[in-house]
């Protein structure tokens, strides 16, 4: 390629990141990674995460089936802004509205690759093993080998970027002990017990509920809070699940567990995604070092920091109910305070490891999901809420910075928050055309017509 080849290549990829960041994208996975930042790298090859791994979720498979253009564009868009040659959809064979949807526009370039029904394989690391072959190395990121990661509805969202479109809005998964399970698309900052309300409520009254999937979400009890750029999905199940039991397990009672019941048998390191494909982390060791006064190689103790909370080791692996997600989860925090990274070498990876990877179907009856595992159609119409609540951090980095007043009138996709100077951010925009009710270091108010109160 010539200099004035690279140099018109490097102004679209700026003008790409320019319109990623003006619509304030972050990946819709769960991270909430600025886009623009992902596509600011030069890669090989451009992943759509379409695995959709945790059990009950149905979004992403439906979007894709429903969206096809907007998400082959959107892809696009990403291959160019990296300079990427190569686009791969990993799908996972059951969404077949989705493959067939898909493969129209299908090219030399962009190929849809099927991935096995395993958990986690919508992990990015075991995404991109599971379609490339290649390995993310332990505390490493996918642009370490070439490669960018991009969930379904972050891509769709760059598309209709691409026609002048910020992220307003969130397509989500309602389901579990709901009357009316269903995917829905809501205005960013509409209320999760509105969102409950469009699958009918929750059925019965003893219920608890866990923002996102079962395996990797977490538990809520205010039901007043909004939904972000990253809200995945609300789960609805009985209080006395075991599921929802176990999240609501304090660390105190995990630890004791571990140190009374834990037999060394490895089995939460065997089955580790991390551990199978080359990754030092060895739960087993942690769980060893933290019953015995961490007394571990210091090497073995920062492992912990390239857990990335799958839970196959506390809901499949341990044979006696010990959680050495929960520990790597504890071990983290500590680690983050004081500042410390991993460093290690990626390792040989199990041979047998295609063949330890758990069937999706296995672990919906391990997790005891099978009686809370509907479809959840797809609504097409977007809800109209009356007000929305605009988390000023709903991504990695800093929190926006409003640039509006109370009292002030706004127009849906009108920015809100700017991305201060100089930092890592995404901006927020106004999902309803309204009135800015109230504004706190957290969040933007809204309400639709009517005056401020
Ligand atoms: S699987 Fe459970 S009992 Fe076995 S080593 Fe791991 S934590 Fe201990
Ligand atoms: S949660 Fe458990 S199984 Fe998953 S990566 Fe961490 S240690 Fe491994």
Redesign the pocket.
């Known amino acids: 390629m010539n200099a004035t080849n690279d140099q018109s290549k490097n102004e679209m990829s700026k003008d790409i990141n320019t319109m990623v960041r003006e619509a304030g994208i972050v990946g819709a996975g769960g991270a909430g990674f600025p886009t623009h930042v992902k596509f600011a790298a030069q890669a090989e090859i451009v992943i759509v995460n379409g695995a959709e791994c945790e059990p009950m979720l149905k979004t992403d498979q439906q979007l894709a089936a429903r969206y096809p253009e907007q998400l082959i564009k959107g892809l696009t868009i990403a291959m160019k802004a990296t300079g990427a040659p190569k686009g791969i959809i990993a799908l996972k064979a059951k969404y077949q509205p989705a493959i067939k949807a898909l493969e129209p526009y299908l090219t030399d370039q962009i190929q849809i690759t099927i991935l096995p029904d395993i958990y986690p394989a919508g992990d990015e690391v075991m995404t991109i093993w599971l379609t490339t072959g290649r390995r993310v190395p332990p505390g490493g990121i996918p642009i370490n080998i070439g490669v960018v990661v991009n969930n379904v509805q972050t891509l769709i969202n760059v598309a209709k970027a691409h026609e002048g479109e910020p992220v307003t809005t969130r397509t989500l998964t309602v389901t579990g002990a709901v009357n009316n399970p269903v995917t829905v698309t809501v205005p960013i900052g509409t209320s999760l017990q509105e969102v409950l309300n469009l699958a009918g409520g929750g059925r019965g009254n003893d219920l608890a509920y866990i923002l996102g999937g079962p395996m990797m979400g977490s538990l809520i009890t205010d039901l007043s809070a909004p939904v972000t750029k990253t809200t995945g999905g609300l789960i609805a199940l009985p209080k006395d699940h075991s599921l929802i039991k176990r999240k609501q397990m304090s660390l105190e009672s995990v630890l004791r567990i571990a140190k009374t019941v834990c037999e060394q048998c490895r089995f939460?390191t065997e089955?580790?995604?991390?551990?199978m494909i080359g990754h030092e982390?060895s739960?087993h060791l942690l769980i060893r070092a933290m019953n015995y006064k961490r007394m571990a190689d210091p090497q073995t103790l920062t492992s912990a920091l390239t857990?990335?909370?799958?839970?196959?080791?506390?809901a499949y692996?341990c044979p006696v109910g010990i959680s050495?997600?929960r520990v790597?989860r504890a071990l983290k925090a500590e680690l983050r305070t004081q500042g410390i990274r991993y460093q290690g070498e990626l390792r040989k990876e199990d041979s047998m490891a295609k063949y330890r990877m758990i069937p999706s179907s296995r672990l919906v009856q391990r997790l005891n999901l099978r009686p809370w595992y509907p479809e959840a159609p797809f609504r097409l119409d977007t809800y109209e809420p009356d007000e929305v609540t605009l988390k000023l951090q709903q991504h990695i980095g800093a929190p926006a910075i409003p640039i509006v007043k109370v009292g002030e009138s706004v127009l849906r996709g009108q920015v809100v928050g700017e991305i201060p100077e100089g930092a890592l951010g995404a901006r927020v925009h106004a999902s309803l055309d309204g009135i800015v009710q109230q504004i706190t270091p957290q969040m933007i108010t809204l309400r639709k017509g009517g005056a401020a109160t």
């Open positions: 939460c089955l580790c995604p991390r551990h982390l739960p857990c990335s909370e799958c839970g196959v080791c506390e692996a050495p997600m790597n």
